[in-house]
């Protein structure tokens, strides 16, 4: 693969601003433009902050954290965050799109995921031997549904590489961010 | 904590070899070889895969592991702990023990070094193994493989494990990984994104 070397690939911390700043620019879209995100060949798809954002700023002793709670996270708090140039790493999101519903916490650093969960699947722990077809059932939802998840988060992630990596693009992002800011804030 | 959770965490990573084309045989082979074995002995862990739905059961069949394109398994790592306080009460002990045995005030650094070396081996063969379980799904198409935790004591063990089994090697997702991956040959935006540095928004 081009591009990078295999040192670089096994960093999880090479580049990995590039995830909190995802985080912070999805809140952007989600916030600016009601919820809707057009995803390509999904359709629009609906991003909401719940619960907590974790933003941070700076880096090592100098790592500046503020963590906001609520069940619409705090608006206010998040926002007065952006304005002091912290950006999202760790966020608490519901996205729906088409029939699908999830939850999902994504740490920017790793794009790690915990408690995903889906809306109307509750999980099974099944163990049952008699039960082997039921059993297979379950494992392939719950590898769908996972890795429909895994797409969507993908997407948008592509989504804001393509603002990101092509300059003129970008700045009107920022633009656009910042004038979002100043109007949601005033 | 796994796959069938209701809520789901999970590590990811990509295969960036090829498989091979009777895929299938050759994983259960390897799975086999690597199936969680119980041990007697004084390895601080001892770790192995088992059936995703049967920890506590060492004998995998194909079925046990093969869901349509996904290869599904549970990882057993058994650990075996001595506390550090614990450690630290029985040299003692053992210490003064000898100091009256051979009648010195003091013992010399090599003694007590092997007090401590002996007595860990010691405490470790009384330690009763605590098993911790995860599952993992690979993705055989993709090449996505998850591992359902995030501890970094957990991921180590499976990346060596799934190396020793498999012979392969996983690149963890992160952003700039999945990024390269994303952009496959795009020259122009693998440039972009090697330029790219963080900045002020505001």
Redesign the interface.
Known sequence: MPGFDEQELQSIDYKAFLGVEFLTWLYFQSESRGGAVFLPEKGDCRVAFERFVWMEQGEGPQLDVLVCRGLQSQLSEVRAGLLAGKKISRAHLHIAYGEEEFSVTVYGRSLDVSGLRFKGKNGTENTNDEEGLSREADVLEKAYLITQAVEVIERLFSLFLAKRLAFQAWEAERRGFREWLSRSTQ | MG??????????YKL?APIPDDFWNWAHEKVVERSFQDREGLDEYVAGWTP???PFQSNIHL?DMS??G?L?LGMRVDVRRVPSTVLKKYCALEEERLKQEKGLNRLSKKMLTEIRNNMRLQLLSRAIPVPSLTDF?W?IE?G?V?LFA?QDRLRMVFEDLFKATFDMLL?????????????K?D?L??????E?A?D???
């Open positions: 796959l069938l959770s209701t809520a789901v965490t999970f590590t990811r960036l995703f739905d049967r079925t869901f349509a996904f599904v799904m993705d993709s996505d998850f995030r690149t963890p997702v992160a952003p700039y990984s999945l990024a390269v991956s994303l952009l040959a020259a935006k693998l440039k972009a994104l090697e790219v963080s002020a928004w505001i």
